[in-house]
């Protein structure tokens, strides 16, 4: 048996349970999920600020997850939030759907695109795609100017628009693939392939594949230099044994 804890950063429990559904779907039948969400962070993840403010709960989330037994971690936001303090203050691997989906789209095609939710998403989104070394593959990062909630609020429109933008994606920039650039996408992805033909990837099936990947090989996180415990300070997290 895996366990592997997936944490909604934002503090809206429909999208958790939406994630839930997602995760347990791509899981497979001996993985048990851990669904958490960040309690008292933004309702929804849509830009720097919102990142910072859901920091904070996200990595108190995971700190609990690893003492539950949490074999590996899965931050469910696509701007990656504080994934790199997640990984100082984690024993286990922690796979950020954005690093995970874009490793499987330069995987799958020579070319691929993004669709995301809000304009101001676009230069997070390009940002870490180059980070992630999917830079110059990467045709274009497009955004259908919805904003994270309305995904639920309006599931039609938002289906309707999304295709769109992977049918432009496909036609218009050349793309070979395209990943799905927010979790509240999810349950869109398989129908997304079958009505485009474009390949559509999912950042949270993505990222729990990879994480029962790196459980089955036995790997943690290093804790030789970047990604060291946190130094003791008061009020701030102490190290624990991995």
């Given at each position: 048996?895996?366990?592997i804890?997936?944490i909604?950063?934002n503090?809206?429990l429909?999208?958790?349970?939406?994630?839930?559904?997602?995760?347990r779907?791509?899981?497979s039948?001996e993985?048990?999920?851990?669904?958490s969400?960040g309690?008292?962070?933004?309702v929804?993840v849509?830009g720097?600020?919102d990142?910072?403010?859901?920091?904070?709960?996200?990595?108190?989330a995971i700190?609990?997850?690893?003492?539950r037994?949490a074999?590996a971690?899965?931050?469910?936001?696509f701007?990656?939030?504080?994934l790199?303090?997640?990984r100082?203050?984690?024993g286990?691997?922690?796979?950020?759907?954005?690093q995970?989906?874009?490793?499987v789209?330069?995987?799958?095609a020579s070319?691929f695109?993004?669709?995301?939710?809000?304009?101001r998403?676009?230069?997070?989104?390009?940002?870490?795609?180059?980070?992630?070394?999917?830079?110059?593959?990467c045709?274009r990062?497009?955004?259908?100017?919805?904003?994270?909630?309305?995904?639920e609020?309006?599931?039609?429109?938002?289906?309707?628009?999304?295709?769109?933008?992977?049918?432009?994606?496909?036609d218009?920039?050349?793309?070979?693939?395209?990943?799905?650039?927010?979790?509240?996408?999810?349950?869109?992805c398989?129908?997304l392939t079958r009505?485009t033909?474009?390949?559509?990837?999912d950042?949270?099936t993505?990222?729990v594949?990879?994480?029962?990947?790196?459980?089955?090989?036995?790997?943690?996180?290093?804790k030789?230099?970047?990604?060291?415990?946190p130094?003791?300070?008061?009020?701030?997290f102490?190290p624990?044994a991995?």
């Amino acid at each position: 048996m895996m366990r592997i804890h997936v944490i909604n950063p934002n503090s809206t429990l429909s999208m958790t349970d939406q994630i839930g559904r997602a995760s347990r779907r791509a899981a497979s039948q001996e993985t048990e999920i851990d669904l958490s969400n960040g309690e008292g962070a933004p309702v929804s993840v849509e830009g720097y600020t919102d990142e910072a403010l859901a920091v904070p709960a996200m990595l108190a989330a995971i700190r609990d997850a690893e003492r539950r037994g949490a074999e590996a971690h899965v931050i469910a936001c696509f701007d990656d939030p504080g994934l790199s303090a997640a990984r100082e203050v984690a024993g286990a691997p922690v796979v950020g759907i954005c690093q995970a989906a874009v490793q499987v789209a330069v995987t799958l095609a020579s070319r691929f695109s993004v669709v995301t939710t809000l304009s101001r998403s676009v230069p997070i989104i390009e940002d870490l795609v180059e980070s992630y070394g999917g830079g110059r593959r990467c045709r274009r990062v497009r955004a259908v100017d919805l904003p994270v909630l309305a995904l639920e609020e309006d599931p039609e429109c938002a289906y309707e628009l999304i295709a769109a933008a992977v049918r432009a994606a496909r036609d218009q920039d050349g793309a070979e693939a395209v990943v799905l650039g927010c979790a509240g996408m999810a349950e869109m992805c398989e129908q997304l392939t079958r009505e485009t033909g474009v390949p559509v990837i999912d950042g949270v099936t993505a990222a729990v594949r990879q994480a029962e990947a790196l459980i089955g090989m036995g790997y943690r996180t290093s804790k030789l230099g970047g990604y060291a415990w946190p130094r003791p300070k008061s009020g701030g997290f102490a190290p624990e044994a991995a």
